[in-house]
């Protein structure tokens, strides 16, 4: 596996890390494969490492290539930088999907909580929009006077205007362009108990595909919902709400379809042998 790290032209404060699949190695598959942009929620105060590397990394173990993008927070991120920040993230997949073998019109983000919001921004409001959605326990819309400190901070003044926050408001730019989108959270949550729902709503009323799975039990902030990303708090350690990855996964391969298959000679000795001039034992 080899790992990429880029950093925004503009923004030197957000970074984008890739976890590609090595394609030069004969597996018996197409060597194109399609991608999964992280986004970690975090406030937009900060990115959250649960909802980072482990889930990139869980995804890159399913044959998908794998990044996570860590956006600018807090003041850093007025004039809703991360929502340019991620575009030029799905642009930059593109720019590179040759070299990368990755499938340019499958590219996927997963976001989560405030992380959520940007996820489904980009594939909404960005310039170069995400082609599906994975949305866990999502804030849909930070437009509201209610969230008038998350607004301060991305819009990068006190004085915003209803106008101004109009940007903010995902869930409320959901139409009949959206991508598809895959939802998941509790019904414990307290922090964006009606996010998922809020979304599965809108998308409905604009007639857009979507799954949703709400899980009765869990808190906020469940990440994989294993030990791996519990931070020491068994509250965050749940085998039902760990299933949403693997649907996940099932999910957006019937969007975009299975991986092929060819089943061939794959033995990497038998190659260099043959390379080399070298003729094999003959069988017995």
Not at 99 to 121: D, K, R, T
Not at 178 to 195: K, W
Request: aromatic share 10%; glycine share 10%.
């Amino acid at each position: 596996m080899k790992v990429v790290n880029y950093t925004h032209p503009n923004h030197p404060e957000a970074t984008l890390t890739g976890y590609l699949w090595d394609c030069k190695l004969s597996l018996g598959q197409e060597t194109n494969r399609p991608a999964v942009i992280v986004c970690p929620g975090g406030g937009y105060l900060y990115c959250s490492p649960r909802e980072a590397e482990p889930i990139a990394l869980a995804y890159a173990s399913r044959g998908f290539h794998a990044f996570v993008l860590d956006y600018s927070v807090g003041f850093d991120a007025a004039g809703f930088a991360p929502l340019d920040e991620i575009s030029w993230a799905i642009g930059l997949l593109r720019e590179h999907a040759e070299e990368w073998h990755l499938i340019p019109n499958q590219i996927a983000v997963c976001g989560f909580s405030a992380g959520g919001h940007l996820a489904l921004s980009s594939g909404i409001l960005a310039e170069n929009k995400a082609n599906a959605l994975i949305l866990g326990y999502p804030v849909g819309s930070l437009s509201g006077k209610e969230n008038a400190f998350f607004s301060d901070i991305l819009l990068g003044k006190k004085d915003a205007t209803d106008e101004d926050r109009d940007i903010l408001d995902a869930v409320g730019h959901i139409d009949k362009n959206a991508p598809p989108a895959f939802l998941f959270g509790t019904v414990e949550d307290r922090l964006t108990p009606y996010g998922a729902l809020g979304i599965a709503n809108a998308y409905t009323q604009a007639g857009v595909d979507y799954e949703l799975h709400l899980f009765q039990f869990g808190p906020h902030g469940l990440a994989l919902g294993t030990a791996e990303t519990a931070d020491g708090s068994s509250r965050c350690i749940d085998e039902r709400f760990a299933q949403w990855h693997d649907m996940s996964v099932s999910w957006l391969r019937k969007i975009f379809g299975e991986p092929v298959f060819v089943d061939k000679d794959n033995s990497q000795i038998a190659r260099i042998m043959k390379e080399m001039g070298i003729t094999p034992p003959a069988k017995d």
